[in-house]
């Protein structure tokens, strides 16, 4: 079974601090990593890729481990609009199409 | 750009109706469009994929002849739930593809289905 495994919190933190998700994946055939953020009720939103390099946008930063299978989102100086659910995603994997989600770790940012 | 839209945003339907769910690609034409169905507290599940000309491949489990899947043109697919009982009370949620090599998946806002 493909699946994708994140803590679903809630995780509550104060506004400007620093906060970090992890997720782990067990499709070791999976080549593309996503996290998305989902508001109560929307539909799932790009926030970034993640590639084997890290990679950073802004105040989020996102790191992959392929030996480990495992993806991280760490976000800073964390601001009351980053209150959200996000996905953990990725690929299918072997050139089968569509993505599997995680169910989402809910984030409080508390003023 | 990259703009998905799907209609209706909500449908409230008796049970044993059929209800037509529309995904439309606005500023691009999608070679592959998704169905996910995500129930409360739940993650979003693949149902579906669907390629514009031929016949959707179905996950396991969602059984193709409930959930009817048409993707006549690159910016347009629709879902068909039949014969909708509770049970299939969810949120459907479409997504798109721009191109084979892309891996990213452009999200349309969901349609809310309560079946009574």
């Known amino acids: 079974r493909k699946e994708v495994e994140q803590d679903p919190g809630p995780f509550n933190v104060p506004e400007g601090a620093t906060v970090a998700f992890n997720c782990t994946y067990s499709n070791s055939a999976s080549q593309s990593f996503f996290w998305y953020r989902q508001d109560c009720r929307k539909e799932p939103k790009l926030l970034m890729s993640v590639y084997s390099s890290g990679n950073e946008d802004g105040r989020f930063t996102a790191q992959l481990n392929r030996a480990s299978q495992y993806i991280s989102l760490l976000i800073r100086d964390s601001k009351l609009s980053d209150s959200a659910t996000y996905l953990c995603?990725?690929?299918?994997?072997?050139?089968?199409?569509?993505?599997?989600f995680g169910k989402g770790t809910h984030l409080i940012i508390q003023p | 750009g990259a703009v998905v839209s799907q209609h209706p945003s909500w449908v409230i339907c008796k049970s044993g109706t059929s209800v037509k769910i529309e995904c439309r690609s606005l500023d691009f034409q999608a070679t592959t469009m998704f169905w996910y169905r995500q129930f409360p507290k739940q993650s979003l599940m693949l149902m579906a994929t669907?390629?514009?000309?031929?016949?959707?491949?179905?996950e396991q489990g969602v059984e193709k002849d409930k959930f009817l899947i048409n993707h006549a043109s690159l910016t347009l697919s629709t879902l068909t739930v039949t014969s909708a009982h509770p049970e299939d009370s969810s949120f459907y949620i479409c997504?798109?593809?721009?191109?084979?090599?892309?891996?990213?998946?452009?999200f349309g806002p969901g349609t809310r289905l309560t079946v009574l």
């Open positions: 995603v990725v690929d299918s994997g072997g050139g089968a199409d569509g993505l599997t």
């Open positions: 997504s798109a593809r721009r191109g084979a090599r892309e891996d990213t998946q452009y």
């Open positions: 669907s390629n514009e000309g031929s016949k959707a491949t179905y």
